[in-house]
C-alpha cells in the first residue's frame, strides 16, 4: 500500500526520532509531556513527539482522540495545561496564536475558516502579510513602498495559487470556491506565512478519490519545493499510509503507537482500537485500510456535523 | 490595457458622486435657484456623510458595533469651537482656521478612539457596542457642566459656572455648560467636500491595502486571522481609531457651520441615526452610505412644507434606499447592466 520507500529514522535526545536526513538541522518541532485538561476531561495528555525539518507526519485516531485540540496546543488557541513545545529547539511557551505563526507554525482548519467575504487572492496576501512590508502611511497615501510590495504580493500569490493550479481563481469570491477547493485554498494561505511546519487538519475531507490523489501529489510537492515539515491529521488511510513517513496514533487523548506506515498497519493495539467497535467487520487481514476507511466514514459523517459545532462551540468558549 | 477591478471603479464612482454633488449645488447656489433652507443644510450633509463613512469603517470592515459615533462628534464639535475661538486674533484667514481647528478636532476625538478602544478592543464580544454607549453618553453629560472661555492670558476652563473662568475685559465665553458653544461660523461647504473627499480617500486606500485586509480578514474570521499571524487587537484599534478621528473631524465641519450647538445635540439619538445611515446604506458598502446619509439628513428638511405627509414620505424613501442598496436581485439587476457596459467597452477594445 505504501508506495515510498520508508524512510530512515536516528534516534535524537529528547521525545523522539526524525528522519536520518533531517540529522543536521535537528526535530523543527518537539513536544514533551504536552497536554491539556478541560474541567476534569484530559483531552489529551503525555504528547511526545519529534518532526523532523522536511518530514510528513501523520496523525490518526478515531473521532474525539484528541487530534485537533493537538493542532490547537500547537498554535496556542488552547494554552495547554501541562509539558512544553519547543518550535526550531526554541520553546513557545506564553507565545500568542499570531506569534506562534510568526515563528513558523501555519494550519489549516477541519472546518474551514476562510476569509468569506475576501477573494481567493486576498485570502492568499492576508497569509503574505508579516511577509509584505510598508507602513500605515504608505497604505492611506499610496507611496511607492506600497505599490512595489503590493506588486509582489500579487505575484507571489498567484504563484502560491498556482501549485493548485488556482490562480484564475484569484478574483472569486472565497465562500463561492466549491469545498475542495476552499480546503486547498487555506493550504495555500497556510503557505503563504512562509512557515516552518504546516498542520493540516483533514485536508482531504469532502474530496473525491482522484482529488485526494492530487493532494497527495501536492503535499509532497510543497514539502520538497518549501523544504518544510508537514503534520497531518486525516481519515483517508490510502492519504496517510501513501505519503507520511511517520504516524502518530491517538486514542482517548493518549498516544497508543507511533511508527512508520508499515509498523502501524501491523501493530495490533491500532488495530483493536479503529476496528473494535466493528465488531462485526471482521475479516480483514492487517491493518485493513479499506475496512477501517469505511466504518470510519460513515462514523465521520454522521458525526462530522456535529463534531464541528463542538468544536466552533467549544472555541467560542475558550474565547 | 490593465483591466479595472470592481472595487476599483467603484471607488472613483464615489469620487464621482461627491463631485457631482459639489458641482450641482455650487450651480444652483449661484445661479440662485437654492433656497436659504437648502443652503443651511449642504454642510450638516457633509457632515452626516463624514459620519456615516467613518462608522461604515468601524461597523461595515472592522465588523465591530459603536453605539456611541456622535460622542466622538461631539468632541470635535467642542474641541474646533474652542480652538477656532482661540485662534479668531491670531490666524484672521478663515480657511487656515478651518483646518486647523479640524485637524485638532480630529487628534482629539483620535485619542478619545485610543483611551476607549486599548482597554475593550482586546476583550472579544460585543463590548465595544457597550462601552461606547456609555462613552456618548458621559461626553454629552460632562459637556452639560463645561464652562470654557477665551481671553489674552489663554484658554480657561471651568465645571461651575462661567464667573468661575475669571476671564478678562474682552475674554469670551466659548462653552456654556448646556447652552453649548457659542462660535463664528466659518465653515464652508467647499471645504465640507474636500474634507469629504480627504475621508473617502484615506478609507478607500485603506480597505485595498495590507492594513485593510488584515482588518477584513479580522472581521470574517477572527481565529484564522490569529492563525495567519496576525495581530488582532492592533488592527482592530487602527480601524477604531482612524474613525474616531473622521468622526471628530465631521464634527467640527458641523459645529463651525453654526452659531451655537449645544451638547444635547450629539447624543444617542444621532448616533442611532448615523449607524440607520450605515445599515440602510448597506454594512460596508461606501456607496451607500454616501448616499443614505445625505438623502435622509436633506428629507425632514425639504418636506417641511408637506407637514401631514412628512412622515409617511420620509418612511417610503427609507424602505426605497433600504431596497435599492441590499436587495440582491436590484444589486443583481445594477451588476447585469455594469456587465453589459463592460462587454460593450471590451467588445471595442477588441476591434
Ligand atoms: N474547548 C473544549 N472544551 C471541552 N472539551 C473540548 C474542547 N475542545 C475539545 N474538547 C474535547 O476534546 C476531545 C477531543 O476533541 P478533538 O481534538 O476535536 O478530536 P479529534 O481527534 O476528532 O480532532 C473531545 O472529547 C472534545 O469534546
Ligand atoms: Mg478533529
Redesign the pocket.
Given at each position: 500500500m505504501s508506495n515510498q520507500k520508508e524512510t530512515r529514522y536516528v534516534d535524537v535526545p529528547g521525545p523522539g526520532r526524525i528522519p536520518e536526513r533531517d540529522k543536521g538541522r535537528g526535530p523543527v518541532l518537539e513536544c514533551t509531556h504536552l497536554g491539556i485538561e478541560?474541567?476534569g476531561?484530559k483531552?489529551?495528555e503525555e504528547f511526545n513527539i519529534a518532526v523532523g525539518a522536511t518530514e510528513i507526519g501523520g496523525l490518526i485516531?478515531?473521532?474525539?482522540?484528541?487530534?485537533?485540540?493537538?493542532f490547537?496546543l500547537l498554535t496556542k488557541v488552547?494554552q495547554p495545561t501541562h509539558g512544553v513545545i519547543l518550535l526550531d529547539g526554541k520553546d513557545t511557551h506564553g507565545m500568542s496564536t499570531a506569534q506562534v505563526n510568526q515563528a513558523g507554525i501555519a494550519r489549516t482548519f477541519?472546518n474551514i475558516r476562510l476569509f468569506d467575504k475576501l477573494s481567493v487572492e486576498d485570502n492568499v496576501k492576508v497569509g503574505m502579510h508579516n511577509n509584505v512590508k510598508y507602513h500605515l502611511p504608505s497604505s492611506v497615501f499610496r507611496l511607492p513602498k506600497f505599490w512595489q510590495e503590493e506588486k509582489r504580493a500579487h505575484e507571489s500569490a498567484l504563484e502560491l495559487l498556482d501549485i493548485f493550479g488556482m490562480a484564475d481563481l484569484a478574483d472569486v469570491k472565497a465562500s463561492s470556491l466549491p469545498y475542495g477547493a476552499q480546503r486547498r485554498l487555506e493550504i495555500v494561505r497556510a503557505l503563504a506565512t512562509k512557515p516552518k511546519l504546516l498542520l493540516l487538519?483533514e485536508p482531504a475531507a469532502g474530496m473525491n478519490p482522484s482529488e485526494t490523489e492530487e493532494l497527495m501529489n501536492n503535499i509532497r510537492k510543497i514539502r520538497d519545493t518549501f523544504g518544510i515539515a508537514v503534520l497531518l491529521?486525516e481519515h483517508d488511510m490510502n492519504l496517510v499510509m501513501g505519503i507520511c513517513e511517520n504516524i502518530i496514533v491517538?486514542n482517548f487523548?493518549k498516544v497508543i503507537a507511533k511508527g512508520t506506515p508499515e509498523e502501524i498497519q501491523n501493530d495490533p493495539v491500532v488495530i483493536e482500537a479503529y476496528l473494535g467497535s466493528q465488531a462485526d467487520e471482521t475479516g480483514s487481514e492487517g491493518f485493513a485500510a479499506s475496512a477501517a476507511k469505511e466504518a470510519q466514514k460513515k462514523k465521520a459523517e454522521k458525526e462530522k456535523a456535529h463534531?464541528s459545532e463542538?468544536?466552533e462551540a467549544?472555541?467560542d468558549?475558550?474565547e | 490595457m490593465k483591466k479595472l477591478s470592481k472595487d476599483t471603479l467603484m471607488s472613483f464612482v464615489n469620487y464621482g458622486i461627491v463631485i457631482l454633488f459639489y458641482i450641482v449645488f455650487q450651480i444652483l447656489a449661484s445661479t440662485g435657484n437654492l433656497s436659504s433652507t437648502m443652503k443651511g443644510q449642504l454642510i450638516p450633509i457633509v457632515s452626516y456623510v463624514i459620519m456615516a463613512l467613518s462608522l461604515n469603517l468601524v461597523v461595515g470592515i472592522s465588523g465591530e458595533l459603536s453605539l456611541g459615533h456622535a460622542g466622538f462628534m461631539s468632541v470635535g464639535a467642542f474641541t474646533g469651537a474652542v480652538v477656532s475661538t482661540a485662534l479668531t486674533d491670531g490666524i484672521p484667514n478663515t480657511v487656515v482656521r478651518l483646518l486647523i481647528s479640524i485637524v485638532i478636532a480630529a487628534v482629539m476625538a483620535g485619542i478619545a478612539g485610543i483611551l476607549i478602544g486599548i482597554p475593550v478592543l482586546r476583550l472579544r464580544g460585543d463590548y465595544l457596542a457597550i462601552v461606547t454607549l456609555a462613552f456618548g453618553e458621559i461626553i454629552k453629560n460632562v459637556l452639560n457642566c463645561l464652562y470654557v472661555g477665551v481671553d489674552r492670558r489663554g484658554i480657561h476652563f471651568s465645571m461651575n459656572s462661567t464667573g468661575a473662568l475669571d476671564l478678562q475685559e474682552g475674554g469670551k465665553v466659548v462653552i456654556n455648560g448646556p447652552m453649548g458653544a457659542s462660535i463664528m461660523k466659518i465653515s464652508s461647504f467647499t471645504c465640507g467636500i474636500v474634507l469629504l473627499l480627504l475621508v473617502l480617500f484615506v478609507i478607500q486606500n485603506l480597505i485595498k491595502s495590507r492594513h485593510g485586509r488584515a482588518i477584513m480578514a479580522i472581521r470574517d474570521n477572527r481565529i484564522a486571522a490569529e492563525a495567519c499571524g496576525l495581530n488582532v487587537t492592533k488592527y482592530k484599534l487602527i480601524a477604531f481609531v482612524i474613525s474616531a478621528a473622521m468622526a471628530g473631524a465631521a464634527g467640527c465641519l458641523y459645529a463651525l457651520n453654526f452659531a451655537t450647538v449645544a451638547p444635547k445635540k450629539f447624543d444617542f439619538n444621532t448616533s442611532i441615526l448615523v449607524l440607520v445611515f450605515v445599515v440602510l446604506g448597506g454594512i460596508g458598502n461606501m456607496t451607500g452610505s454616501i448616499i443614505a446619509a445625505a438623502l435622509l439628513t436633506v428629507l425632514p428638511e425639504l418636506l417641511r412644507q408637506f407637514q401631514d405627509y412628512r412622515m409617511l414620505i420620509y418612511a417610503i424613501v427609507l424602505v426605497l434606499v433600504m431596497i435599492a442598496t441590499n436587495n440582491e436581485k436590484i444589486r443583481g439587476l445594477i451588476k447585469s447592466i455594469g456587465k453589459k457596459n463592460k462587454q460593450e467597452s471590451s467588445g471595442k477594445e477588441a476591434a
Open positions: 478541560f474541567g476531561l483531552a489529551v485516531g478515531p473521532n474525539g482522540a484528541g487530534k485537533t485540540t493537538v490547537n488552547y477541519q487538519d491529521i491517538l487523548g463534531m463542538v468544536e467549544s472555541v468558549v475558550e | -
